[in-house]
């Protein structure tokens, strides 16, 4: 699975297909369970961590990337869970609509975003979201609001569901985003200076993005900063020397490289704070525990 995350990390699926549309994504997750095999939903492959055992059961890569405004309302844009955040934002910002300016340096899918309440300079998915489309398989679609989500700070109900396990977890098919009319000239000067600003300040290195969320009111990269471990090593991943809350792979990495690095951030961090660090990236596949990091005092 390496080459299908921007980790470039994680060992072989036991079944892998792809999916076009909507209606592929709902059928083949159908089939998976039916079939009695965990199912699991890869997007942009950002965000996540697999294990150097693989994922057993099917993985559905969602390359269904239909997108446009609702027909009855100009102002509500609707796209396919395949479609790239950073696309989708640029095609709204050519077409004058203002809501995902943010976006446009963020890595991964609208699937992705809707699961992890994806953010950037200082505005979220949960802000802008109208509803999204998911599917239970073996269960039917339900249309759920940004309320219905329960979002949180990179988090949200499904989120939350499919940490539990893959085996009949919540897939999204689609999502609506309330947008408002906006100067394309404008807002694409704007998304350029959030590029500029995202390039000066992370690494261009394989990584699966932010790895912890930020704790009330500090950062997670200065956190680890502050504990001297910017630039440290281990296998063939490294703390980015850019930026102390990514995790680059600088040739060969393997998961388990990734989570010992994680476990030192975490407890270096808590001793020198208090502060338990919350993994922001997935894990999954076949990890011994899940997640697969050592407990924290209290934890």
């Known amino acids: 699975m390496a080459r299908h995350t921007t980790f470039r990390i994680g060992g072989p699926a036991d079944y892998y297909a792809v999916a076009t549309t909507a209606g592929q994504l709902a059928a083949l997750a159908d089939a998976g369970l039916a079939a009695g095999l965990p199912v699991t939903i890869l997007g942009g492959g950002s965000n996540v961590l697999v294990a150097d055992a693989g994922i057993r059961g099917l993985v559905i890569a969602n390359q269904a990337r239909g997108h446009g405004v609702q027909d ?15 696309g989708l934002a640029r095609w709204a910002i050519r077409n004058g609509l203002s809501g995902l300016e943010w976006a446009v340096s963020v890595p991964g899918t609208v699937g992705g975003a809707v699961i992890g309440n994806a953010g950037a300079h200082g505005s979220d998915t949960a802000a802008h979201l109208a509803w999204a489309a998911v599917h239970y398989p073996g269960r039917g679609t339900e249309t759920l609001t940004g309320e219905a989500l329960a979002y949180t700070y990179r988090s949200s109900l499904l989120k939350r569901q499919l940490a539990e396990g893959p085996a009949a977890g919540p897939v999204v098919l689609s999502a609506a985003f309330k947008m408002a009319a906006g100067d394309a000239t404008e807002l694409a000067a704007r998304a350029d200076g959030y590029l500029a600003r995202r390039r000066a300040s992370q690494p261009v290195e394989p990584s699966a993005g932010s790895i912890f969320r930020n704790p009330p009111g500090d950062y997670a ?16 991943a490294q703390i980015s020397p850019r930026h102390a809350n990514f995790i680059i792979n600088i040739g060969g990495a393997a998961a388990a490289d990734v989570v ?21 990236i997935l894990f999954i596949g076949a990890w011994a525990s899940q997640p697969p990091l050592e407990a924290l005092p209290g934890e």
Request: proline share 4%; glycine share 14%; net charge negative.
């Open 221 to 236: 990269g200065r956190l680890v900063e502050s504990v001297g471990l910017k630039g440290h090593v281990i296998g063939g």
């Open 260 to 280: 010992a690095l994680m476990d030192l951030m975490r407890r270096r961090v808590y001793e020198a704070s208090g502060h338990a660090l919350v993994p922001e």
């Open 72 to 86: 009855d309302d100009p102002h509500c844009l609707v796209a396919d869970a395949g479609v790239l955040m950073a």
